[in-house]
């Protein structure tokens, strides 16, 4: 039983930087990856990134690699995601999850509300 929360979304112009978090709290123990996935209407949830809480590897899609840096504060039970230079092709709602490591939504078993982001352009 984990719960997530998202926060961090909102509107930017193109060009522009956000800052997501994902907040972990219950049996965050049994945690040992932590994802974003985002998702705009009429697409499916894709992969955005990863990171492994013990070792802090990460991974990140191919499309945003050196615009993304993900992160983690493990006192915290939170994971944070830098984003930069963001496009209006970044507009999606971004969704935390937790789970094993993969780059696909079943491969989580937990999930936040998701948090908006949009870019203007």
């Known amino acids: 039983q984990v719960q997530l929360v998202e926060s961090g979304g909102g509107l930017v112009q193109a060009g522009g930087s956000l800052r997501l978090s994902c907040a972990a709290s219950g049996r965050t123990a049994g945690i040992y990856v932590m994802a974003w996935f985002r998702q705009a209407p009429g697409k499916e949830r894709d992969f955005v990134s990863a990171?492994?809480?013990?070792?802090?590897?990460?991974y990140y899609v191919d499309s945003m690699k050196g615009r993304l840096t993900i992160s983690r504060d493990n006192a915290k039970n939170t994971v944070y995601m830098q984003m930069t230079s963001l496009k209006p092709e970044d507009t999606a709602v971004y969704y935390c999850a937790a789970g094993a490591l993969s780059n696909r939504p079943e491969g989580y078993s937990y999930w936040g509300q998701g948090t908006q982001v949009t870019v203007a352009s």
């Open positions: 990171i492994t809480l013990r070792g802090g590897n990460t």
